[in-house]
Nanobody
Framework: QVQLVESGGGLVQAGGSLRLSCAAS????????MGWYRQAPGKQRELVAD???????YYADSVKGRFTISRVNAKNTVYLQMNSLKPEDTAVYYC???????????????WGQGTQVTVSS
């Protein structure tokens, strides 16, 4: 059994900052990639940023230079620091974790419950 708990969403004015966190717990043998996705009303879920176990990162063009993804492996936690937020960043943000379950050694993707980020103009 694996659980992902997200926190850090909220309402912020344009130009402000928020920091999201996502902690994985349970029967985890190892974690590979970790990432953040978002879904705005009426739109498809899109990849915002991800980070490999070695620390290599990817960012969507729309957030480059404004968002920073990081992880603390000892805590099985991934963060998304969001600066210079824009109204178009408004969405539900989901974390995704690619991990290997302890005991079964099965590799699978797990998703967080989602956290709302609202940026007012």
């Amino acid at each position: 059994q694996v659980q992902l708990v997200e926190s850090g969403g909220g309402l912020v004015q344009a130009g402000g900052s928020l920091r999201l966190s996502c902690a994985a717990s349970g029967s985890i043998f190892s974690i590979n990639g970790m990432g953040w996705y978002r879904q705005a009303p009426g739109k498809q879920r899109e990849l915002v940023a991800d980070i490999t176990s070695g620390g290599s990162t990817y960012y969507a063009d729309s957030v480059k230079g404004r968002f920073t993804i990081s992880r603390v492996n000892a805590k099985n936690t991934v963060y998304l620091q969001m600066n210079s937020l824009k109204p178009e960043d408004t969405a539900v943000y989901y974390c995704r974790v690619d991990l290997i379950i302890g005991g079964t050694w099965k590799r699978d993707d797990y998703w967080g419950q989602g956290t709302q980020v609202t940026v007012s103009s």
